[in-house]
């Protein structure tokens, strides 16, 4: 009892300044950077102003873009979460790039795992090599180190990720952020989604306007919100990120952009068309959605204990939420006249992981989706919910 209640007072969290109300939350902006992000689960007041103000260089890309039959194309990548699941996305994507039908995504989007994925995505081939690296090469003791007792006891995680957060500085550095500027200022976006735990809310932060700003802090903020999106409740300490509201300084508390959107293509909830204004003609639209794992019902005999419940019930909405998702950003594409095109990982890939980070299954996983790219994606036209009731029908 004496050791439990020392380690409990270790593990007490360090004290942060919060915002005393939601009103007050509502206004924080990141210093000197208050382009650098929007809600994602509203419609601005005035949509064209701020879109204006926080993807300036949209208009640049608009006026410079592909075309196909005398039209603008503007084609989506937006990479969800999974864990160490996330080797199926950088897989695909390395293959994608052999068979030759990778685009030049305008915009690219990720959360959590995606999120690691999205900037070297976003960079395009010539970084497949690293994304290679990232999920094939490191083990669990590579990237986190536990702290079990502690988070029992009072600490905000049950393990640490600096190693993790190192990892990420090591091959994010300035150089990277200058690639991801020069991208930004043609009009290519880069989103990537956390998780506004006091708020309860998401929030997209525009990464390309961080990396181009040239700011001091641009480096650590970026990294910050990589590990934030990443930051899985419970298991991943959560990231506080400084922001200044009505004339003071207060610290946000940011966990897994998963928690409140597995997926996403659009900074706010938005129409598509309602960006047309800014081309000369309304583009034609490709969406791409990469699910890093599985979308199908997966049989497992539950052991009867609290933690093996909770754990096997977490993933089960996980996957519920992946559904959700998928078939908002469906019915956006239908309404939007996009094409939308979706795939994840394949149902009958059966290896194990035996740890967190198990380079031996994310090798193998990372091959599925290597060949599924190399030889050509079979891209799902419409989300789960859809296709279920379409089979059935089908079926009579």
Not at 6 to 22: S, V
Not at 128 to 156: H, K, M, V
Not at 169 to 182: M, Q
Not at 317 to 330: A, C, E, P
Request: aromatic letters at 8%; hydrophobic letters at 45%; charged letters at 20%.
């Amino acid at each position: 009892m004496v050791v439990a209640t020392l380690l409990a007072g270790c593990a007490t969290a360090i004290p942060r300044q919060t915002p005393p109300n939601a009103a007050v939350a509502e206004t924080a902006i990141v210093p000197d950077l208050p382009a650098a992000r929007f809600f994602g689960d509203e419609v601005p007041r005035d949509v064209i102003s701020e879109i204006r103000r926080k993807l300036p260089n949209l208009v640049t890309h608009a006026a410079d873009t592909r075309t196909a039959g005398g039209r603008p194309i503007v084609e989506y990548l937006a990479l969800s979460g999974g864990g160490s699941d996330g080797a199926f996305g950088a897989g695909l994507l390395a293959g994608w790039t052999l068979h030759g039908t990778r685009p030049q995504f305008e915009v690219v989007t990720g959360v959590s795992a995606g999120a690691i994925i999205a900037p070297f995505a976003f960079l395009g081939p010539a970084y497949d090599r690293q994304l290679a690296e990232i999920w094939t090469e490191y083990g669990t003791s590579e990237l986190l180190t536990a702290q079990i007792l502690p988070g029992l006891l009072g600490g905000s995680s049950l393990a640490d990720t600096s190693k993790l957060a190192e990892l990420v500085a090591r091959y994010v550095d300035r150089k990277f952020l200058r690639a991801i500027a020069a991208e930004y200022r043609r009009g290519r976006i880069l989103l990537i989604g956390t998780t506004n735990l006091d708020m309860q809310r998401p929030i997209i932060w525009n990464m390309g306007e961080i990396a181009a700003s040239n700011h001091a802090s641009a480096p650590e903020l970026f990294h910050k919100i990589i590990m934030a999106s990443a930051a899985i409740p419970g298991a991943f300490p959560p990231v506080n990120i400084a922001v200044i509201a009505d004339g003071q300084r207060y610290e946000e508390m940011h966990v897994d952009g998963g928690v409140t959107r597995g997926v996403f293509i659009a900074p706010t909830q938005l129409n598509l068309k309602t960006f047309d204004r800014f081309y000369p003609v309304p583009p034609v639209r490709r969406i791409y959605i990469i699910k890093n794992g599985k979308l199908t019902p997966e049989f497992e005999a539950v052991k009867p204990t609290a933690i093996t419940i909770a754990a096997r019930s977490i993933t089960t909405l996980t996957k519920s939420q992946s559904h959700g998702d998928l078939y908002r950003i469906w019915r956006t594409a239908v309404e939007s006249g996009a094409d939308f095109n979706a795939t994840a990982i394949p149902s009958d890939f059966n290896v194990k992981a035996q740890q967190a980070f198990d380079p031996e299954y994310q090798r193998a996983l990372y091959e599925v989706g290597f060949r599924m790219g190399r030889t050509g994606v079979h891209w799902a036209k419409l989300p789960p919910e859809v296709q279920a009731p379409s089979r059935a029908l089908a079926a009579r």
